[in-house]
């Protein structure tokens, strides 16, 4: 049965209440003021205070305020000689579940007390199955970003595994798509991307020349000039890229970055000539990061051209063959030495 405190400072009260509570079966303490009921509310766990509002010292409200903040758990009912509905409504704000007037019938009492408990338990039940729910909620949505981060290290594990594919055939572009993917995400990052759009265009960038696998490598290692062929071959390397990639449902059109990063914003790419507006942002960024790599490194038909040269092609042709901004952003970046290439 439950565990009762009453507090009361007049004795008769006292002894009445315990006397009608223990011959129905509850376990009743007594304290005579507020600090004698504290200090029971150490020492065990208690279901229900009964509490007297006019006593010497703290008074009742001062005390019940005091015991509910802290025990939670606990159910209140004040006890008054005086009916006073502005001290009933202050009770009641406090979360007391009733508010009952000296002298007080046995069934009355009775009444209030299961009526105060059962309310209590049922209080009790639903936080917990509340608790319970969220934090249900919680493991679930820990579980699916758990999954959703394996997900993502296996595509990025997938799209590291086809880049290395092409420089393994093509030792001298090695380290070129990831540079390229570094340099344009520093652009990205810049141009005010999303963390999320940047990532989409990190795994384009890392893999933009995969479309290069279906070209002879003695082709793409030959030192010296190449010939007319040999350049229309290597032009459809965007493409194959593309038909590689297109089936796979990325979270962002990687496939199309492959396909457009020949692309020049006057029309003068390949492979479909396309003009700037129907480029997508990220295509024309892999393009400007691929001329500055490309010419700031050693290739088999040329020596390295060095930074210096790859931003002044830039520069020239900002807003001819390159998107303004883009241009921009990758000068600044450069200029303010926020990158190098490793
Ligand atoms: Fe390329």
């Not at 001290?87 to 009775?110: H, M, S």
Request: proline share 4%; hydrophobic share 40%.
């Amino acid at each position: 049965m439950a565990h009762i405190l009453i507090v009361d400072d007049e004795e008769t009260i006292r002894q009445l209440t315990s006397q009608i509570l223990e011959m129905s079966g509850y376990n009743c303490y007594v304290a005579s003021d507020a600090s004698e009921a504290r200090n029971l509310l150490k020492e065990r766990k208690f279901e229900l205070i009964l509490c007297d509002i006019n006593m010497p010292g703290e008074s009742g409200l001062d005390f019940v305020r005091y015991a509910l903040a802290e025990y939670p758990d606990i159910a209140a009912i004040m006890v008054t000689a005086m009916d006073d509905p502005v001290i009933g409504e202050i009770a009641l704000d406090l979360g007391v579940y009733d508010y009952i007037i000296k002298p007080f019938e046995r069934n009355g009492l009775l009444i209030s007390i299961t009526n105060a408990l059962k309310r209590r338990r049922l209080e009790i039940d639903n936080r917990a199955y509340r608790e319970g729910l969220e934090k249900m909620v919680e493991e679930r949505t820990d579980a699916l970003r758990d999954s959703m981060q394996k997900l993502r290290k296996a595509l990025e594990g997938s799209i590291h595994a086809m880049a290395l594919t092409v420089e393994m055939r093509d030792p001298y572009t090695a380290g070129h798509q990831q540079r390229v993917a570094d340099l344009a995400s520093s652009i990205a990052k810049d141009l005010g991307f999303s963390e999320d759009r940047v990532n989409g265009l990190y795994m384009a960038g890392v893999i933009h020349d995969l479309g290069k696998i279906s070209i002879p490598a003695e082709i793409l290692s030959k030192p010296g000039k190449i010939s007319e062929i040999e350049f229309d071959l290597i032009k459809t390397h965007p493409k194959v890229g593309y038909d590689i990639l297109k089936a796979i449902e990325f979270p962002w059109p990687i496939a199309r970055m492959v396909l457009e990063h020949h692309e020049r914003i006057n029309g003068s790419g390949y492979p479909s000539r396309l003009s700037g507006e129907d480029l997508l942002l990220e295509s024309k960024i892999i393009g400007v990061a691929d001329v500055v790599e490309a010419m700031a490194t050693h290739r088999p038909y040329r020596p390295a051209l060095g930074i210096d040269k790859a931003l002044d092609e830039i520069s020239g042709n900002k807003g001819k063959l390159y998107d303004p901004d883009v241009v921009e952003a990758c000068l600044k970046l450069f200029g303010e030495n926020r990158f190098s290439f490793n």
